[in-house]
């Protein structure tokens, strides 16, 4: 079975300072890894995936991730937090295609970020 | 595009009552699912099509859950008879292939007195 962890539930951080929201995960074959972010009342908004190559991958906002195979985690980072990053984030994994059926996204439950003036 | 569409946003009943929730998934995706978000259960995967047909209904609460998709364009989740402990935000993704990222709806909040 494939699981996500995301160890803290809230991330306060300073305008202007790098910001990391921590995530592990567990699953048969090479991961196929997602984050997301919900704002407020909004649906999840994807920002970026690892399926294969460059460890480190670039996305929306100027969001990037590093997937770190030994260490089984996909840390979210950005090297310079804004106010409007305030918002709910999901780590998420899926298992490589075996067949049918086998198209599930695991979430994990989410870290509240904060980001103070 | 406009994007995976739902509706309703907001949804107050009784218990006891029927609730349909829809869905329009984005043209040309294959795939869609329905998931529940509650704060003490996180997001569940409840139940998701492909080509409009049921693949893992595994997720589903109970049998006052169904799912239909009769066309590539509209989904339903139906519950009935609902009861409070179903109040949550349902929200619908949809995928156009194997690796692609999920779209998902704004939500529909279901709340059940």
């Known amino acids: 079975a494939q699981s996500v962890a995301q160890p803290e539930d809230q991330v306060n951080v300073a305008e202007g300072n790098p910001l990391t929201v921590k995530c592990t995960y567990s699953?048969?074959?090479?991961?196929?890894l997602f984050w997301y972010v919900q704002y407020p009342n909004r649906g999840l908004q994807f920002l970026l995936k690892?399926?294969?190559?460059?460890?480190l991958v670039k996305g929306s906002y100027g969001f990037e991730a590093e997937f770190n195979k030994s260490q089984t985690s996909f840390h979210l980072k950005k090297p310079s937090a804004l106010v409007s990053d305030s918002a709910l984030y999901f780590c998420a994994v899926r298992a490589p295609y075996s067949g049918a059926g086998s198209y599930q996204l695991t979430f994990g439950k989410g870290t509240k970020l904060s980001v103070i003036p | 595009d406009a994007g995976v569409i739902q509706s309703p946003r907001h949804e107050v009943t009784e218990m006891g009552q029927e609730v349909t929730l829809r869905c329009k998934p984005i043209?040309?995706?294959?795939?869609l699912f329905w998931y529940r978000q509650t704060m003490m259960r996180g997001l569940e995967l409840l139940i998701y099509f492909n080509n409009n047909v049921p693949i893992d209904d595994s997720g589903m609460p109970e049998d006052r859950f169904s799912a239909k998709m009769p066309n590539a364009s509209f989904s339903t989740l139906k519950i009935q008879p609902s009861e409070p402990r179903d109040s949550a935000v349902y929200f619908c993704a949809s995928r156009r292939n194997q690796g692609g990222e999920l779209f998902f709806g704004e939500g529909s909040r279901l709340t059940v007195l």
């Open positions: 043209s040309g995706h294959d795939y």
């Open positions: 699953v048969s074959g090479n991961p196929y």
């Open positions: 690892y399926i294969t190559g460059d460890n």
